[in-house]
Antibody, heavy 125, light 111 residues
Framework: QIQLQQSGPGLVKPSLTLSLTCGIS??????????WNWIRQSPSRGLEWLGR?????????EYALSMNIRITINPDTSNNRLSLQLSSVTPEDTAVYYC???????????????WGQGVLVTVSS | QSVLTQPPSVSGAPGQRVTISCTGS?????????VHWYQQFPGTAPKLLIY???NRPSGVPDRFSDSKSGTSASLAITGLQAEDEADYYC???????????FGGGTKLTVL
């Protein structure tokens, strides 16, 4: 049974870096068939895919164009988890952040089949 | 403004059939990319409902089905039940954005 357990602070000050982790059980962050994603949800922006990390002979990271400069997703193979760092946050980054497993044979067949419980992150001074 | 457009709300009486539309463009649904659907209850994470052309994860009843034509897709729910009251989201890939996109969500109310 695959489970994703998220952790991290619920409050971040503007201009600082948001950091979250997602622990994986029942699968491996180094899986050669899945990818590990961060997705956020807010009333103003809806559900928004942020980026992913995956292993196919080597590690790959892909980020949403809107996030590219500020986002870093890292796998932690020792602890079987992944992390999200989003720098220079503003109140617009206030959202519920989810990690999710993605699977599919091509980008057009890719979907998110397991989700973490979500963490509400508020950006405020 | 979401890349995929869904009606904000739909409603139906128990036992009825409802459909939820998801309208995209030539860079996502119209390009032939699959559409997937999620169900979300308040305060919980989205749950995969339908994937890859009418496939349902274990435990999802066959009252849920989907279809696609041109730049649009639809989720159909037959034999509506009170427990179906939730938010529903479509998702696809967008080649212009080089990433995965979601609809704005549709709130289903069971009357």
């Amino acid at each position: 049974q695959i489970q994703l357990q998220q952790s991290g602070p619920g409050l971040v000050k503007p201009s600082l870096t948001l950091s979250l982790t997602c622990g994986i059980s029942g699968d491996s962050v180094s899986s050669k068939s899945a990818a590990w994603n961060w997705i956020r949800q807010s009333p103003s922006r809806g559900l928004e895919w942020l980026g992913r990390t995956f292993y196919r002979s080597k590690w790959h990271n892909e980020y949403a164009l809107s996030m590219n400069i500020r986002i870093t997703i890292n796998p932690d193979t020792s602890n079987n988890r992944l992390s999200l760092q989003l720098s220079s946050v503003t109140p617009e980054d206030t959202a519920v952040y989810y990690c999710a497993r993605g699977t599919g044979n091509s980008p057009g067949q890719y979907y998110f089949d397991y989700w973490g419980q979500g963490v509400l992150v508020t950006v405020s001074s | 403004q979401s890349v995929l457009t869904q009606p904000p709300s739909v409603s139906g009486a128990p036992g009825q059939r409802v459909t939820i539309s998801c309208t995209g463009s030539s860079s996502n649904i119209g390009a032939g990319y699959n559409v997937h659907w999620y169900q979300q209850f308040p305060g919980t994470a989205p749950k995969l409902l339908i994937y890859d052309n009418n496939n349902r994860p274990s435990g999802v009843p066959d009252r849920f089905s989907d279809s696609k034509s041109g730049t649009s897709a639809s989720l159909a729910i037959t034999g509506l039940q009170a427990e179906d009251e939730a938010d529903y989201y479509c998702q696809s890939f967008d080649s212009s954005l080089s990433g995965w996109v979601f609809g704005g969500g549709t709130k289903l109310t069971v009357l």
